[in-house]
């Protein structure tokens, strides 16, 4: 008898991940250009087209695995993958189904341009009906069932850690672009007589970071989660196989380069094309790893999801807010320096054992001589 102890990693299902990329970056660079040809970036469809590429990702994650491959522990026909019957998938059904919703009011921001303020309202719905369903599936099945899917919740301590951690960095970038004279403080007052309300400057401020950063970041949690349960929810735990950080560094190319049509078009690095591109590959290069670190670290496809989205939020208060850089290139925050202070706490992560790849051990295979 000849008995083989021989361990392997599970190989990458290429076309799988090919179908998933193809149809992700096909339909977001196909929203792209009707954006560019239509309204034009910077008009008032701009958000809900930029939201609706968020999406993209998750429902073609859940689409391909509910319906397409059939190895899928989530495939219709197949039992959840513990092997009970389970209606945490109803979650999937309702998130495409918003999705879909997203796109009728992306059409009729650009067919029926009359309409786009009363889009801009209503494209809050989904977002909303998006936080309730999750906490209805969540209430009536329990922990175990969304565990049994991939929505764990995760423990609350790591929300604060990691969602605190993500506060005091960029608050931190701002600061340094402060103290090195980067761009310009904003006038709280002056922006409070803007907004039309009887606030003082202090605090209006506090109030809108209440409202950007806790509120915001609940609210944007179904948005988040567009990206964040295709790009590591299904491509990083197929890419890992290759190896953990290759894995998650190719990752981060591919999820860099599925933005590049928004940098083209001005978004986060206006009037920068090249550069901007460049750092956009850093810049999720680098947060590929600290996204995928909580997602290893914590198995926590909703905390990843949050994280994501305070980071949009934090980022977005501070630098209209409170300092707002004259140079995204040259400053800290998403600029060159920001990326130089980011690569050191991923330094930091990678030292961090959840990294070793384990080889998964198969079993010992027995064959009779002849």
Known sequence: MIASNETT????????????IGLTFGFTFALDLILQLGSGYGSTSTMIFLQ???????FFAMFLGMFVFTDSPFYYRNPMPDGRKDRARGFFYLYMVLTIFFVVLAALSVLAPSLTNLVNQ???????????????????KGKDSFARANLRGGR???????????VVFLAIQTGLNALFHLGTPVDANLLAAQMGTKMSGSTLVIVLAVQMILEGSFLGLVIAFG????????????LIRLGKKRGVLILGLIWGAWHYPVIWMGHNYPGQPVAGTIMMTIFCVLLAYVLGHAMLKTGSIW?????????DQTANFF?????TANNQIFSFGIGLYGMATLAVVVFFLLRDPVWKDVP??????????A
Do not use: C
């Not at 009906?129 to 599936?137: K, R």
């Not at 964040?228 to 735990?237: C, I």
């Not at 905390?303 to 980071?311: E, G, K, N, P, Q």
């Not at 998964?360 to 001589?369: D, H, L, M, T």
């Open 303 to 311: 905390l990843v999801a949050f994280m994501h989205a305070i980071i």
């Open 52 to 58: 609706l590429q968020m999406l993209i990702p998750a």
């Open 360 to 369: 998964v051990q198969v079993e010992p295979i027995e064959s009779a001589a």
């Open 227 to 238: 990206e964040e349960y295709g790009w590591r929810g299904f491509l990083q735990s197929q």
């Open 319 to 323: 630098g209209g807010v409170i300092y």
């Open 122 to 140: 209503l494209r809050m719905l989904p977002i909303i009906l998006g936080v309730l369903g999750l906490v209805v599936f969540r209430v009536i």
């Open 9 to 20: 990693q599970p190989k990458v299902n290429w076309k799988q991940v090919g179908l998933f």
């Open 156 to 166: 609350v301590l790591d929300w604060v850690i990691y969602g605190g951690a993500i």
